[in-house]
């Protein structure tokens, strides 16, 4: 089957601009997350889906990330405007199941840098 | 709230030596526990994990980790440490259904070096 997909896989943009990542889990997958990794910490969670809707949005850092789902397939990541701490690397996730007993795909990610 | 303890950064073994990756965790539930490794530009691979059951478990590419709630451990070995070995390991705690939040809660990562 294939994995979970994330593009574009780097990414360089001016302070102030705005980026979108998606992320396309392995198909059936109705659970979705996010996670970052700043330079030098440990990778962090954002959010969870489930399908389209939000289950857990609580590792959000602000308002300037913006996370859908359109009919419970594809996830965007938008990040508007950019922030120099915003630069890190993107991974996304997906699981059959919400509870974690099945293990969790990553994607490869998408390294963000701004600028 | 939980947290992930790696011991050490970085840790060289020589090749066909015992490798041995420490991961102390604290969390006020039972957790399930995970040992991921991502490869250089690579993404993050499951290798393993712990959620109900034997407290031994087995993994892929001869890694297993032991699950010891006493000692709130879960440490990864590999009897025999091969030079494809060399990446980055994280382990990952994510608390039962019902503790908290969703998501997996990582370590910082250790980045295994073989000598050959």
């Known amino acids: 089957e294939a994995g979970v997909t994330q593009f574009p896989s780097h990414s360089v943009i001016e302070k102030g601009q705005t980026v979108t990542l998606r992320c396309d889990p392995i198909?059936?997958?109705?659970?979705l997350y996010w996670y970052r990794r700043v330079m030098g910490k440990e990778i962090k969670f954002l959010l969870h889906f489930v399908k389209e809707s939000k289950q857990d949005e609580s590792g959000m850092p602000n308002n300037r990330f913006l996370a859908e789902r359109t009919g419970g397939t594809y996830s965007t990541l938008k990040v508007q405007p950019a922030e120099l701490e915003d630069s890190g690397v993107y991974f996304c996730a997906s699981s059959p199941g919400g509870t974690g007993s099945y293990g969790y795909t990553f994607g490869s990610g998408t390294r963000l840098t701004v600028v | 709230a939980q947290s992930v303890t790696q011991l050490g950064s970085h840790v060289s073994v020589s090749e066909g030596a015992l490798v041995l990756l420490r991961c102390n965790y604290s969390s006020s539930v039972p957790p399930y526990l995970f040992w991921y490794v991502q490869y250089p530009n690579q993404g993050l691979q499951l290798l393993l994990k712990y959620t109900t059951g034997a407290t031994l478990v087995k993994g892929i590419n001869g890694f297993e980790a032991e699950f010891k709630k006493s000692e709130t451990s879960f440490h990864l070995t590999k009897p025999s440490a091969h030079m494809s070995d060399a990446a980055e390991y994280f382990c990952?705690?994510?608390?039962?259904?019902?503790?908290?939040?969703?998501?997996?809660?990582f370590g910082k990562g250790t980045h295994l070096i073989i000598q050959p």
């Open positions: 990952a705690v994510r608390l039962t259904p019902g503790g908290g939040a969703d998501g997996l809660t």
């Open positions: 198909s059936g997958h109705d659970n």
